[in-house]
């Protein structure tokens, strides 16, 4: 585990496995509802075989309720609820520390063309009206995400890499406890029983 751009390491065993099963069903769902994703298949507890993909150096980031890096940088109190779905969009660029930019930095810099933003910014706001109420009947406040797309050989925009505890931030519904990667970020502690946890939500929900 990492966390901090990797400053801060730690492991936890089983939780690449967790993370590949809590991610296909997601990608399963997300393909139910009209989503193009990289997804073929899962092979087995941590391999999956997906369509190759150029991935767009963005990092789409989707916000619901104010917490992390959104509260430090403008203030806002821990956990206000944003009036309307945040998207916002960071470079993909560890030795940058994944600056937050805008639409004519992205242009400017070449990494993606205005139509794609634009539909970069419609999906993060599909994907969570999707998520947003299935995570809400498995008792989790699905906060805020982090999305990665690819453009397949056809230049298809494909969502691609993984959704899991680590790239979302989920709060219980019942107690407000974390249930994702901030257990480690945070020093928490349990954070295998809090991915198992959302892992036996997602599948009582696809039931
Ligand atoms: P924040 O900007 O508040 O740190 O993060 C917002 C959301 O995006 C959180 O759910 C966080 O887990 C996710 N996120 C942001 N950057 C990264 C990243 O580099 N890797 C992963 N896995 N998730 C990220």
């Known amino acids: 585990m990492t966390a901090f751009n990797a400053e801060k390491k730690g492991s936890e065993s089983g939780k690449g496995a967790l993370n590949c099963k809590i991610s296909t069903q997601l990608f399963n769902l997300l393909e139910k509802n009209g989503i193009k994703t ?3 298949k899962t092979l087995n507890d941590t391999e999956q075989l997906i369509k190759k993909v150029q991935i767009i150096p963005i990092e789409v980031v989707v916000r619901n309720t104010a917490t992390g890096s959104l509260t430090k940088r ?8 944003l009036p309307f779905t945040l998207v916002e969009f ?15 930095h992205a242009l400017m810099m070449n990494i ?3 139509d794609q933003l634009e539909q970069l910014r419609k999906l993060g706001r599909q994907i969570n009206s999707i998520l947003k109420p299935f995570f809400e009947k498995a008792g989790l406040n699905l906060i805020d995400f982090k999305l990665e797309f690819g453009l397949d050989k056809d230049g298809t925009v494909l969502l691609a ?3 899991s505890p680590d790239s979302c931030r989920f709060w219980d519904i019942a107690t407000g406890d974390k249930m994702d990667k901030d257990r480690f970020r945070q020093n928490l502690g349990n954070v295998k029983v809090a991915y198992e946890e959302v892992l036996k939500r997602i ?3 696809m039931n």
Do not use: M, Q, S, V
Not at 74 to 81: A, E, F, V
Not at 94 to 103: R, S, W
């Open 90 to 104: 960071y470079y993909k660029d560890d030795a940058l520390g994944d600056p937050l930019i805008n639409d004519e």
């Open 74 to 81: 403008l203030g806002i109190k821990d956990g206000t609820i």
């Open 203 to 205: 599948l009582g929900g």
């Open 38 to 40: 990289h997804l073929i």
């Open 112 to 114: 993606a063309k205005e």
């Open 161 to 163: 890499d993984e959704i």
